[in-house]
């Protein structure tokens, strides 16, 4: 995507300096910073901190994080998937690279199984970026049909997203973003409703920023305004990503997309769940119980971040230090509140028969 006037993927590998280069996406929307990657310890870091984020993304840093690993030391590769596995628990993308890269690791000699990782990661970033716009394409009639039904009522429709389902949080394009932007590229008026995403701020942050970059209109909303825009008729569609799908058609996304998804279902307003094949989970139906949901630090709760009157960055503490937080990262939400799973091969019902089909 364009990102300040700049062609920029999230992620890439410099053959030159023989480092893997990423955006901090701690520091947006303030700073457009790139950092450098050279180990198996910067990549775990990334990751775990979240200056990559986003279930495609995470599984492609990872990917890169092996052969970093394997660079240093071919010997070290189970070590490093573990490490690497360890980092964040929900998205099963993480996973799902790894296993890419061991079996095209598989029978290759010590010497060279740096060169072939590389070969490989690189790979999977090049096709991760095809995946996300086929699935823009995917979705696309769904937003063109919606439009003919709303034009001559209204001026265009109304997109509400959760978190950052973006070219940010996959190599480019992103899922529930690749929809939206293929759709404003047909022609199609769109605006854009942008949950602000407690506690980390993704949508206020993130989503925000490269609607903005894209010149996609697009306004911020706290978290639990969304109901009382469906009950106005503010929202014609919700679109968001996933972190994990299982076969039975549950969707684990970034914590509060079930409540949006409650209010839509009550609101009649169709629910769509963005994703690439590789965020289904074949090895489970049922999503709760289940599926790992990440906790993640009470700082996130108890502080928020940005920057001061003076344009520094700034941490500020909005409870008393005694107060009890729980902060789960992810929530579920079950396959009968949702519409239709968009997916790089097309859009398919949330149900374990459509879904099967979907893995063939
Ligand atoms: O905690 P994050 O920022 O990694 O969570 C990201 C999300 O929940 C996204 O909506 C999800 O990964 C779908 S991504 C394309």
């Known amino acids: ?23 901090d996406q701690n520091l947006l929307p303030h700073e457009l910073r790139i950092a450098e990657l050279k180990n198996l310890s910067d990549a775990c870091h990334a990751i775990t901190t979240m200056q990559v984020r986003g279930a495609p993304l995470i599984g492609i840093t990872a990917a890169y994080g092996l052969y970093l690993s394997l660079k240093e030391d071919p010997r070290q590769q189970q070590l490093a998937i573990k490490k690497l596995l360890d980092t964040r628990p929900t998205a099963v993308n993480l996973r799902w690279a790894l296993d890419k ?15 072939k990782a590389l070969e490989t990661a690189c790979l999977l970033k090049e096709e991760d970026s095809v ?32 978190c950052n ?15 939206i932007y293929k759709t404003a ?9 942008v949950d602000e995403t407690r506690p980390r701020n993704q949508g206020a942050s993130l989503t925000c920023w490269e609607l903005s970059q894209a010149g996609i209109p697009n306004t911020l909303i706290v978290d639990n305004a969304g109901g009382h825009l469906m009950q106005l008729g503010q929202v014609d569609v919700c679109v968001v ?114 879904l099967r089909g979907a893995l063939d």
Request: charged share 20%.
């Open 165 to 179: 389902a973006g070219a940010l949080a996959a190599v480019d394009w992103g899922t529930a973003l690749s929809v």
């Open 101 to 115: 890269m061991q079996q095209s690791l598989s029978g290759i000699e010590s010497e060279l199984l740096a060169e």
């Open 241 to 354: 990503g996933s972190d994990r799908t299982t076969l039975g058609g549950d969707v684990c996304n970034k914590i509060g997309t079930y409540l949006k998804a409650l209010a839509a279902a009550a609101n009649n307003i169709p629910f769509y769940a963005a994703l690439p094949i590789s965020t289904i989970d074949s090895s489970m139906v049922t999503g709760i119980g289940s599926i790992p949901i990440e906790e993640r630090s009470a700082d996130e709760i108890s502080y928020v971040y940005g920057v001061d009157q003076e344009g520094n960055r700034s941490k500020v503490r909005i409870t008393e230090e005694r107060t009890r937080i729980k902060n789960y990262g992810f929530d579920i939400t079950p396959a009968q509140l949702i519409t239709g799973i968009i997916t790089e091969k097309g859009v398919f019902e949330a149900n374990e028969i459509s």
């Open 1 to 23: 995507m364009m990102m300040e006037g700049k062609r920029l993927e999230s992620i890439w590998y410099d053959r030159e300096l023989d480092v893997v280069k990423i955006i």
């Open 131 to 162: 995946i996300c716009e086929a699935i823009g394409e995917s979705g696309l009639p769904i937003l063109q049909a919606l439009w003919r039904q709303k034009k001559g009522y209204q001026d265009c429709i109304n997109i509400l997203t959760h």
């Open 185 to 193: 590229e047909a022609g199609v008026p769109i605006h854009v409703w």
